[in-house]
């Protein structure tokens, strides 16, 4: 059972990681950013052409950021103003834009990455035994998370970009730039999802679909944690990966599996419609 | 925030994918006057798109200019053209897509069709338009069975003959208790059926087999790998059916979790030369498993390998070569007829005793179009014994054909 | 000090505004009366710039027209919501430091002034009672120092002696010369405060008295 719960929490980081950007940037920009999971993917793939891997958990964020805020500046910005729709056909053909181009580069097979050296033993856990890989994963989730949890809520940084994300005219009118915070948090949030797409890379196939299978997860995760949430987004991730597990290895169908995510969407919907953490948006 | 929550759903409703079938096409095939046209139905974006996808195009560009070039003037088809087709792996786009290519593209055969439940939509296009089909890369042995037809041949391998080779001489060589581990559809469950099924007749017993979702969000088997060791009886092997990326994300786990030092064999049922290359083969150094045809087995298939590689930059999977060779025996029946009526090549084709590079002592069954051959069960070398690229596999035994495949399908009414 | 002229604005398909002329001086407490939805709120929100509007919108004689609403905040225009606009995810205190200035009132005299909002300061905004809310966005404007404070309805629901408190922080900002654009509907408070009176009436403004019976037939007082 623990190592079960443990092994969840490892797969739930990754759907934390990926879901705090996701619900960082839709609460600043109130935008759905469809292409978060190709940016995952695109995380994955760089960290193939990076001289290593510990090189890679630095540049590979560094490199997204970039990316996303170029993204921001030149395409999503322009759509800021209309129909949420619009950008999210735009970032929805992002993604297939960017799944195309790693296609063409390395063509649609898995691409090998190793394990990286010194994490490739087991810890002892006493009842069980762990590969060190997936104590790093969830030992970097945590951090980052409480990294995240510490810019958001000990420093003015945080509390101006809490500010614009929970009311951005009301802040706006309190004398804040809240333009200014948007671009940045934009890369933030980009270069969160490939720092998720680096530690993937050693421990599962990496694909240019790996992001699409994973985004639609993770979309559930964040409705289930209260769009807009940073922290329900991160304890709907971890609860989604630990539930997530333990069905897998104590129910003999793997359909419940398969829906669980869509399951506790619909029961947490049905039950608290703005999520678990979420707030009824009030008139402005 | 409400409103966000039904875009969130509707996004995912489309990202989940519903492919919408187009209208199919009606009307009667006609005749294609000297001219003989191919359809590829395959997946060219997909999972599947590596093992198989455009370079099977190739493969059967490839047959076309060796028939040209072996009969000349003399050659009774003069005009030849391929269409190809991505069908997604969805069964409505390759229903609606097959009828399109029989109906208004004029094509004689569709070949390829991964996906066994794609493939069997194309089975009943073929034998409703009465045109050929001959299925490659899909596993079912339901399309020699329950789902048979007249125009409907399946080529290069089915969950049988994985099963068989791989179940019985895995179980053989004393591995007795099995861990199977299966992706929850059609292709998975028939996989799992057909494994118990050789390992029981082998003396061996299935300890424990858990379907995963499919497809895999996530792309973690972990909770399968952690759970493995801790079965009682301990399992001596772990059964794999997964394909393709997900059969990559599964072995790299298996890897992580150390289960081989645990003492956790690893056996996959399904497994093309395009996995080990994304694995590397020390991922897999030592893993059985049962190939219908491998580009090194001998001077023959080496040489059909070089000449891929230089159309393609990459060595052929055994869909390559079966798409090669069930487009080069379409040809051949065609040449020997000297019709493309489809009615005349099945009965040209039913019976006959064929070999060529990658039907060895092949033969197309009257009774249910299974075409049988030489199976081999091979083993992936550790990467200090990989002498060339590509060079992956040792194989260890020839299964012979009238072993290889299960005997013909009471279920099957042609 | 704030100069409106011939401001029009709509809201959606309808036009709110027609050509709205008025002005407050240094200091003055200008009172803004109308039915619901009249558009008061909306005049307010052209003020602040959160809505596009044409017309002319000047402070000391500087057109604000090109001046996004975080500008004209730092410009000395402060805005006090109808709702009261608190934050959920900001405690109280972080509430009165969003964004502060030299000419604003240290922290410290806020908390003298409101004893309850020291008391929670740590609490999250949106736990606070109505009331407290109404003084907290007061307070935030004041630690902003803005010299003109746009008020929509800040007694409403408001218990009388929470109404005469708030009166008493409108006067004490009067004497220290900032001027107050007050929209309100109890024209007993305003009376208490306002120097001068528009009411607001089919998208037009005019000029006004607390006793004028056209105002009071109008309001249904």
């Not at chain 1, 600043?28 to 292409?35: D, E, P, S």
Request: hydrophobic share 45%.
């Amino acid at each position: 059972m623990a190592q079960h719960i443990f092994n969840g929490l490892v797969g739930g980081s990754f759907l934390a990681l990926v879901a705090l950007g996701l619900a960082v940037i839709f609460g600043m920009l109130r935008v759905v950013n469809f292409a978060h999971g190709a940016i995952y993917m695109l995380g994955a793939f760089l960290a193939l052409s990076m001289p290593s891997f510990w090189w890679a958990l630095i540049l590979v964020p560094l490199v997204l950021a970039a990316g996303g805020m170029v993204l921001e500046r030149t395409l999503v910005h322009r759509l800021a103003k209309l129909d949420p729709l619009y950008n999210f056909l735009l970032t929805f053909g992002l993604t297939l834009i960017f799944q195309d181009l790693v296609k063409w580069r390395f063509g649609v097979q898995s691409t090998p990455y190793p394990t990286p050296g010194g994490l490739t033993g087991s810890v002892d856990f006493g009842a069980f035994d762990f590969p060190a890989y997936r104590v790093f994963v969830l030992a970097m989730a945590a951090l980052i998370c409480f990294g995240v949890w510490f810019l958001l809520s000990r420093t003015r940084v945080g509390l101006i970009v809490r500010a614009s994300t929970e009311r951005p005219e009301l802040t706006q009118a309190l004398g804040i730039n809240v333009g200014r915070w948007v671009t940045p948090v934009f890369g933030f949030g980009c270069a969160l999802a490939g720092l998720a797409g680096v530690l993937a890379a050693p421990m599962r196939a990496v694909h240019p679909l790996m992001g699409a299978d994973l985004i639609i997860v993770v979309f559930a995760v964040v409705v289930i944690g209260g769009l807009g949430s940073i922290f329900g987004s991160v304890a709907a991730a971890f609860v989604i990966g630990v539930l997530q597990a333990l069905s897998e290895a104590y129910l003999d169908s793997a359909l419940v599996s398969q829906i669980l995510v869509y399951l506790v969407m619909a029961v947490v919907l049905l039950w608290r419609p703005s999520g678990l953490f979420g707030r009824e948006e009030s008139p402005a | 925030m409400r409103r966000w929550a039904i875009l969130c759903a509707v996004a995912l409703t489309a990202a989940a994918g519903c492919g919408g079938g187009g209208p199919a096409g009606s009307g009667s095939g006609k005749l294609s006057d000297g001219k003989v046209v191919f359809g590829v139905l395959n997946d060219q974006s997909g999972v599947y798109a590596q093992l198989s996808g455009k370079n099977s195009v190739e493969a059967v560009e490839m047959a076309m200019a060796d028939y040209k070039a072996k009969y000349g003037d003399k050659a009774v088809v003069k005009e030849l053209a391929v269409e190809s087709v991505d069908h997604q792996n969805k069964p409505d786009i390759a229903n609606a897509k097959a009828a399109e290519l029989y109906d208004r593209k004029a094509v004689d055969a569709i070949l390829d069709v991964p996906t066994s439940s794609a493939a069997l939509k194309v089975a009943d296009v073929a034998k409703e338009k009465k045109k050929l089909y001959f299925n490659i890369t899909a596993a079912t042995t339901d399309l020699t069975g329950k789902a048979c037809n007249k125009y409907t041949f399946h080529y290069a391998y089915d969950t049988y003959m994985l099963a068989n080779g791989t179940g019985k001489t895995v179980t053989d060589q004393g591995a007795k208790n099995w861990y199977l581990v299966y992706p929850d559809y059609q292709f998975g469950q028939d996989m799992t059926a057909s494994f118990e099924a050789a390992i029981k007749k082998a003396g061996g017993s299935v300890v424990a087999k858990d379907p995963a979702p499919f497809p895999n969000a996530s792309g973690d088997f972990s909770t399968y790998l952690l759970k493995a060791p801790s079965l009682t009886p301990k399992p001596h092997v772990l059964g794999t059916m997964q394909a393709g990326a997900e059969l990559v994300a599964l072995v790299k786990q298996y890897n992580e979790f150390k289960l081989r030092e645990k003492g956790v064999g690893l056996a996959v049922g399904l497994m093309f030369l395009t996995d080990i290359h994304s694995l590397t083969p020390d991922a897999l150094a030592g893993t059985t498993y049962t190939d219908a045809w491998y580009w090194n087995y001998d001077l023959k298939s080496r040489e059909f390998a070089d000449r891929f590689q230089k159309e393609t930059g990459t060595r052929p999977t055994f869909a390559h070569a079966a798409n090669y060779s069930a487009a080069m025996q379409y040809l051949e029946a065609v040449q020997a007829t000297g019709t493309d009526n489809a009615d005349e090549i099945v009965k040209y084709l039913e019976g006959r005793t064929v070999e060529d590079v990658f039907l060895r002592n092949g033969k197309i069954r009257a009774e249910d179009h299974r075409v049988v051959h030489d199976a081999y069960l091979a083993q992936v070398k550790p990467s200090k014994e990989v002498a060339e690229p590509w060079d992956y596999v040792k194989v260890l035994k020839t299964i012979p054909a009238a072993e290889a495949f299960r005997a013909p399908s009471a279920d099957c009414k042609l | 000090m704030l100069d409106i002229e011939n401001l029009s604005a709509s809201y959606g398909e309808a036009q709110v505004l027609r050509g709205v002329s008025m002005s407050a001086g240094k200091g003055e407490v200008v009172t803004l009366c109308g039915r619901n939805g009249a558009g008061k709120t909306t005049l307010l929100r052209c003020v602040m710039g959160l809505l596009p509007y044409t017309g002319r919108v000047s402070l000391d004689g500087n057109d604000l027209a090109r001046k996004a609403s975080y500008q004209r905040a730092r410009l000395g225009v402060g805005w006090v919501p109808d709702d009261r606009g608190t934050y959920a995810t900001l405690t109280v205190a972080e509430s009165l430091s969003l964004r502060v200035s030299k000419d604003g009132w240290p922290l410290q005299r806020v908390y003298d002034a409101f004893p309850n909002l020291y008391a929670r300061r740590a609490s999250a905004a949106t736990k606070l009672s109505g009331g407290e809310q109404q003084m907290l966005a007061l307070a935030r404007v004041l630690r902003m120092g803005s010299r003109l404070m746009l008020c929509d309805e800040p007694t409403e629901g408001l218990s009388p002696l929470l109404v005469e408190q708030v009166g008493a922080i409108l006067r004490q900002a009067k004497e220290h010369g900032v001027t107050v654009l007050l929209v309100e509907q109890n024209l007993h408070f305003a009376a208490t405060v306002a120097d001068k009176y528009y009411l607001l009436a089919e998208g037009e403004v005019r000029p006004t008295t607390p006793d004028d019976k056209e105002l009071l037939t109008y309001l249904g007082v």
